[in-house]
């Protein structure tokens, strides 16, 4: 999985977090905040997929390369996303589930650099 499926704030805020030390527990909720007008409920999706790519998540050579060519990151933090692994756990409702607005689809628990990568990548697999 390609762990550059986020933004650069995303990376930014992951290697403030480890260049700091802040490696505690946090939980990001995905939940839809309002649902279009005349629909009281949708219908999960993608979350199998998240699932899957969760597996196998990590930053790939390429993605190093990268970092450090174009975005200059420095070398202790491109070793820091180099041995990053998602090690959390997730809670979500299941695939084709009927949900409400406000109502958590999914839910990360991980150390703070990890579950900040992997909210962004959930948004952009599910929504």
Do not use: H, K
């Not at 939980?27 to 979350?47: D, Q």
Request: charged share 25%; glycine share 6%; net charge negative.
């Amino acid at each position: 999985m390609n762990a550059l499926l986020t933004d650069l704030y995303e990376l930014n805020m992951t290697t403030s977090y480890l260049r700091r030390g802040m490696t505690g527990t946090a939980t990001f909720s995905l939940f839809v905040r309002s649902l279009p007008a005349a629909r009281g409920f949708l219908v999960a999706a993608g979350i199998e997929s998240c699932l899957d790519r969760l597996q196998d998540f990590r930053f790939e050579e390429d993605d190093i390369r990268y970092l450090r060519d174009t975005l200059r990151y420095e070398p202790r933090d491109l070793e820091a996303f180099r041995r990053l692994r998602f090690t959390g756990d997730i809670w979500a409702i299941p695939e084709g589930r009927i949900a409400l607005a406000g109502e958590p689809i999914l839910e990360v628990t991980a150390p703070l650099p990890e579950a900040q990568l992997i909210e962004t990548m959930f948004l952009n697999l599910i929504t």
